[in-house]
């Protein structure tokens, strides 16, 4: 697979202008991402810009925090489908996980997954927040309730992802199911680091330096 390939080519600022993801999908298409990431009122300009291309829409929901009623992150996915998305990565319950609730973190994962149906989801664990232990649970429930990734991070918390955390997520998970390395990845050494440890994707807003690198 060509490296540019693994990328997530990824803008989820919340003062992020429609000029700035108009420039986020030109150059997805110049460089050949795998997809743009986005926020959910982003999905139409991406879809319009990225139609034509083999570079997915990308699109984010409950995000960053992931403490949202499960109904809402529902509604959002089919929403975001609607819209055009192609893959949708879900921040889980934290709290739930943290307080052993791993029945409910796998009913709204697998609520969320039906709602995209056919659909890509990739599931943000925030590993920044987690034990071991939990980001092994994160990920065997993720499994369990037939999201297609796991994802380290949002970005948005107090740090982002490791080669240590991704290197657990994969051997959790196994080599049928995807991992996705996400936050603070800006250097070809942090990159490379992340696929060696096995990640499958990568999701960063330097996308262009790190394949020009």
Do not use: W
Not at 16 to 31: P, R, S
Not at 76 to 82: F, P
Not at 143 to 155: L, R
Request: aromatic share 4%; hydrophobic share 40%; glycine share 8%.
């Amino acid at each position: 697979m060509k490296l540019s390939k693994t990328i997530d080519h990824t803008l989820l600022k919340p003062d992020a202008t429609e000029a700035e993801i108009i420039q986020l999908c030109n150059e997805a298409k110049e460089y050949d991402f795998a997809s743009v990431c986005v926020n959910p009122c982003r999905i139409e300009t991406a879809v319009s810009i990225l139609k034509d291309t083999d570079v997915k829409v990308c699109c984010v929901i409950g995000f960053p925090l992931g403490a949202m009623r499960k109904e809402a992150k529902v509604f959002e996915a089919q929403d975001a489908v609607t819209a055009g998305a192609d893959e949708v990565d879900m921040v889980l319950n934290i709290g739930k996980l943290k307080e052993g609730k791993d029945d409910y973190v796998i009913e709204e994962i697998h609520a969320v997954k039906e709602a995209v149906g056919d659909r890509v989801l990739k599931v943000i664990l925030e590993t920044c927040l987690l034990s071991e232990e939990e980001i092994v649970r994160a990920c065997q429930d993720a499994k369990a309730a037939g999201a297609d990734f796991v994802k380290t991070s949002t970005g948005f918390s107090k740090g982002g992802a490791t080669a240590h955390d991704v290197a657990l997520m994969r051997k959790t998970v196994g080599e049928d199911m995807s991992v996705k390395a996400s936050g603070g990845i800006r250097t070809a050494q942090d990159f490379h680091a992340m696929l060696e440890a096995g990640a499958t994707r990568i999701g960063t807003s330097s996308g262009v330096r790190l394949v020009s690198e």
